[in-house]
């Protein structure tokens, strides 16, 4: 059983990393937002692509404009520390259950 226990650790440790470098682009998306960046630069439209469908979702299914702050992403940070605290611990509990 020491292979499924290292199996649900392994998960749980990959999507920990994944959940973190989603966090930092979406940090670094707001912060561009701040300054307007060039919409041509690839590396703008790279990290646009990654957020926008997460974003938009959020957008579409609750009302997270104040005037012209869109509070999407915090929302989405939120989630996604709410994911790391509760769903990445239960794996790693889980994985520590496993005999």
Do not use: C, H
Not at 40 to 67: H, Q
């Amino acid at each position: 059983m020491f292979v499924m226990r290292n199996l649900v650790v392994a998960f749980a440790t990959i999507l920990d990393y994944v959940l973190w470098a989603y966090l930092w682009v979406l940090i670094i998306r707001a912060v561009l937002s701040w300054v307007s960046p060039d919409p041509y630069n690839p590396i703008v439209r790279a990290l646009y692509s990654i957020t926008e469908p997460v974003l938009s979702f959020l957008r579409r299914k609750f009302p997270l404009m104040a005037g012209s702050i869109d509070f999407s992403p915090m929302v989405a940070i939120v989630v996604i520390l709410f994911l790391q605290r509760f769903l990445v611990r239960t794996l790693f509990d889980l994985a520590g259950r496993i005999p």
